[in-house]
């Protein structure tokens, strides 16, 4: 599940950029195996080298947590929730040896579970996105670790990037 790149694009792409056309076909393949009900976990994603089941780990959390402190809070706990899916998130940011986004998800987890964290994510998950409108405490806690992630995301997403450039050969077929 290489992307295809030609050699000077691997070279003058961004850091985002780069990290988004390594990503782009993992998720494209999640969604079309999700769609047809199979398993992703247990099929392609072992056939992902090391690399790309991080970045893909990563990468889903980011996506959805980036958005707004709103989304950070329930995508955490979502994710909290599902405790293989939480560990891979802490897992990858591990293997990209990241200091910058790790330390803020570990603080994230700490928070939720002193509010009683994780709800099974099958039963009684009844966590909503106006948790923070209706908990001022809440807002207040979550706010300066959202505006910490801010500045971490950009300085993980660099680490990410160098490790893709270190190790083509996990992420891209050069032409």
């Known amino acids: 599940m290489l992307v295809k790149m030609r050699q000077d694009m691997f070279h003058t792409l961004g850091d985002e950029a780069l990290i988004a056309a390594c990503f782009q076909p993992i998720i494209q393949a999640y969604k079309e195996i999700q ?16 690399g790309q089941q991080a970045l893909f780990a990563f990468r889903v959390y980011h996506t959805h ?3 707004s402190q709103t989304d950070f809070y329930w995508w955490s706990a979502y994710f909290l ?31 939720l579970r002193q509010r009683n964290h994780p709800r099974n994510i ?24 959202y505006a910490a992630l801010l500045e971490a995301a950009e300085i993980t997403n660099k680490g990410i ?9 996990a992420f891209v077929a050069l032409r």
């Open 161 to 169: 990037a160098a490790y893709i450039r270190n190790h083509p050969d």
């Open 35 to 50: 769609t047809r009900g199979e398993d992703f976990t247990s099929g392609l994603f072992q056939e992902l080298s090391p």
């Open 65 to 67: 947590a980036i958005k």
């Open 122 to 145: 099958t039963n009684n998950f009844d966590i909503s996105t106006t948790d923070l409108e209706q908990d001022p405490e809440l807002m207040s806690e979550v706010r300066p670790l």
């Open 81 to 111: 929730a599902q405790p293989a899916k939480w560990a891979g998130i802490q897992s990858s940011l591990r293997f990209f040896e990241d200091n910058s986004t790790l330390p803020l998800v570990e603080r994230m987890e700490s928070l």
